[in-house]
């Protein structure tokens, strides 16, 4: 039987560190953001920390050639910082506002006045249907927070990127040996539903200042992974040629 082709799907995550008027050299590295993300041609970029419309429309502008389609998440007082650029139409989009939302006194976190949230955009890739989330969760309330995204990919097949701030508090310590210069707070979770197959190809980061530069893209770095989705056959059941006799005769009774 020959196989169903596989998708390669190239994504791409960022916190981009982005804050009017506080983040250092903001404008420089939005724009070398969106330069690099031009030239490398993903399938989908998904951006925390975008803090100002602004700067996502400069993003819009720089990448409208190659990612013709887009969404930015708008929340709380100043924006939940979210957006998506993709390659594919976006067939839908949807944001959910954590309850666990931090305190208006606490302004050194923001998370009160930007509306902590999870971004949803739906697309559709040669027939197949993916939810897309990204997110930049609280410090506090992260485990409430993680706990809110649960249950909603609907069959479709969920992918998850964002700024995850976990303590690795059910990490084997010796996993951490790859990244002795770094603790992992961005991420890309992704699940395979009934019928498909799903896995990671290669996953890489960017490392420090940017190609040629002397300023790095964030103080976050990049995540990028292939993911190769196929579409599995089903087996088929047992027949009643094929069952067991007692069963057989249960059947016909």
Same mark, same amino acid.
């Given at each position: 039987m020959e196989e169903d082709p596989m998708l390669q799907l190239r994504v791409f995550d960022l916190n981009c560190w982005a804050i009017r008027y506080l983040s250092k050299r903001?404008?420089? !590295?939005?724009?070398?953001?969106?330069?690099?993300l031009r030239r490398e041609g993903f399938d989908l970029v998904l951006l925390q920390e975008?803090?100002?419309?602004g700067d996502y429309s400069v993003l819009k502008?720089?990448?409208?050639?190659?990612?013709?389609?887009?969404?930015?998440? !708008?929340?709380?007082?100043?924006?939940?910082?979210?957006?998506?650029?993709? !390659?594919f139409p976006i067939l839908d989009t949807f944001l959910y506002q954590y309850s666990l939302n931090g305190y208006p006194y606490m302004l050194q976190h923001g998370d009160w006045f930007c509306g902590k949230s999870v971004g949803l955009v739906v697309i559709k890739i040669s027939g197949i249907v993916f939810n897309i989330y990204v997110t930049h969760v609280s410090v506090p309330g992260r485990t409430r927070q993680g706990?809110?995204?649960g249950g909603r990919d609907g069959g479709a097949?969920?992918?998850?990127?964002?700024?995850?701030?976990?303590d690795n508090?059910?990490?084997?310590?010796?996993?951490?040996q790859p990244f002795p210069l770094g603790i992992r707070i961005d991420y890309i979770?992704?699940?395979?539903?009934?019928?498909?197959?799903?896995?990671?190809?290669?996953? !890489?980061?960017?490392t420090g200042t940017a190609p040629g530069k002397d300023i790095p893209y964030s103080d976050h770095e990049a995540v990028m992974a292939t993911l190769h989705v196929r579409r599995q056959s089903r087996?088929?059941?047992p027949t009643l040629g094929t069952a067991e006799p007692a069963l057989a005769d249960a059947v016909n009774e």
């Open positions: 903001r404008q420089e !590295r939005v724009q070398l953001i969106g330069d690099t975008v803090w100002s419309e502008e720089t990448l409208g050639s190659c990612y013709p389609f887009s969404h930015y998440f !708008r929340s709380g007082v100043i924006g939940s910082g979210l957006c998506v650029f993709s !390659r706990g809110g995204m097949l969920p992918l998850l990127e964002g700024t995850l701030v976990p508090c059910f990490t084997v310590k010796t996993e951490l979770l992704y699940k395979a539903v009934s019928d498909f197959a799903v896995k990671c190809e290669e996953l !890489r980061t960017t087996t088929p059941g």
